[in-house]
Every structure is written in C-alpha cells, then in structure tokens.
T-cell receptor
Framework: DAGVTQSPTHLIKTRGQHVTLRCSPI?????VSWYQQVLGQGPQFIFQ?????ERGRGNFPDRFSARQFPNYSSELNVNALLLGDSALYLCASSFQWGPGDEQYFGPGTRLTVT | AQTVTQSQPEMSVQEAETVTLSCTYDTSESDYYLFWYKQPPSRQMILVIR??????QNATENRFSVNFQKAAKSFSLKISDSQLGDAAMYFCAYGAARQLTFGSGTQLTVLP
C-alpha cells in the first residue's frame, strides 16, 4: 500500500505570495493533520481534519487555512507569505482522530520563502 | 498548555551498545499518549514506540523500550544493540486532544 504522499517536494516562493500544499492520506484513513517543522526544531501542529471537518487548530495566524476533500485528501494554504514561513510542512494521516491513533507521516514539502 | 522537553540536543553511541534518550513533559491531563518518532535524513517521520498513560507496563518494540515514570512526567527511550541504521533525529511527542506536541529532538549518532 502507498504511504502518505505530499506534493510538491520542494518549492520556492517570494514574500507576499500564496502557496498551496497537497496531501494524500493512506487509503482508508479519514484523518489528516498538518505540521510545520522549522529547521532544527520539532514539528508544530497546525490543523487536524476528520471527515472533512476541522477538528483541531494550532496557534497559527489566519493566513494559514486548510480543507479536506471527499476523497480525504487535503490542502494547506498559506497567504501573504513571510520569511518565517520557510519550513518543512508535514502531513500525517490516521484511521480515526483519537489522541492515541498512530499517525503516519508523509515525506514533507520543503517551502523556502525569499 | 502541554510542553515536551528533550534536554539532550545530541547523543552518540557505539555500534552494538545501549543508549538512553531523555524526555520530560508537562500536562494536567490524566488520559494521554506518549510517542517516540524517528526522523532520518530522508525526512520521513517514523513511529518507533507508543505508550498509553493509563498503562503502568513499559512499552517494548524489539530493541526499543521506554521507561515511563508518570508521576515524574518522564518518558525515556532505550535503544539496545544500537545499529548504524538507528542514526537519526529522535522526537518525543505527547498526544492528547487530537494533536501531537513534539519536543525539540535529539540527534543520535551511531559510531562504527
């Protein structure tokens, strides 16, 4: 079975631009979570979606938004990019949405804002 | 807010030896989960081991085991018979309310 996939692998954007990152969960998984990992730090929780509804939101500004589609894939959108948004963005999927459910991570999207 | 602290930014171990990575956390919850994730240079985060807070018995997965001290809010990872493939960044994570809170990580080097 395919694991969690993310696209693109890398991208470079300019300050003020908008970016969309995509994630496809493992087949059968209904929950998708997004994390931001700044270089040298641990991942920070951004959003969790389950059955197409937002179930959790971390401490991120409103420039960050996400959605989950009927096929359970997900998009993370970031508006008005800042230099500080440069990071590895990780997507994780799980079968359900409980705190003990194992989350399977994708390889991430490396975003560089110049 | 929950916090997870990993006080060892870097650790090294000789191949075939044993190493212990430390983690402490702070929470007021009684029902939660603790995890150790491994992130090799390929960036793919992989679950190493999971512990339910309500279980007193320490979790074990092959060469990996934990020492869970709930009262002390401590959750250390022991790697026995270290292998070159164990070299990676290791993150301790706390799970509750549908999100994971990660520590800052420990970079483990395995020396041949």
């Amino acid at each position: 079975d395919a694991g969690v996939t993310q696209s693109p692998t890398h991208l470079i954007k300019t300050r003020g631009q908008h970016v969309t990152l995509r994630c496809s969960p493992i087949s059968g998984h209904k929950s998708v979570s997004w994390y931001q990992q700044v270089l040298g730090q641990g991942p920070q929780f951004i959003f969790q979606y389950y059955e197409k509804e937002e179930r959790g939101r971390g401490n991120f500004p409103d420039r960050f938004s996400a959605r989950q589609f009927p096929n359970y894939s997900s998009e993370l959108n970031v508006n008005a990019l800042l230099l500080g948004d440069s990071a590895l963005y990780l997507c994780a999927s799980s079968f359900q949405w409980g705190p003990g459910d194992e989350q399977y991570f994708g390889p991430g999207t490396r975003l560089t804002v110049t | 807010a929950q916090t997870v602290t990993q006080s060892q930014p870097e650790m090294s171990v000789q191949e075939a030896e044993t190493v212990t990575l430390s983690c402490t956390y702070d929470t007021s919850e009684s029902d939660y989960y603790l995890f150790w994730y491994k992130q090799p240079p390929s960036r793919q985060m992989i679950l190493v081991i999971r512990q339910e807070a309500y279980k007193q018995q320490n979790a074990t997965e092959n060469r990996f085991s934990v020492n869970f001290q709930k009262a002390a809010k401590s959750f250390s990872l022991k790697i026995s018979d270290s292998q070159l493939g164990d070299a990676a960044m290791y993150f301790c994570a706390y799970g509750a309310a549908r999100q994971l809170t990660f520590g800052s990580g420990t970079q483990l080097t395995v020396l041949p």
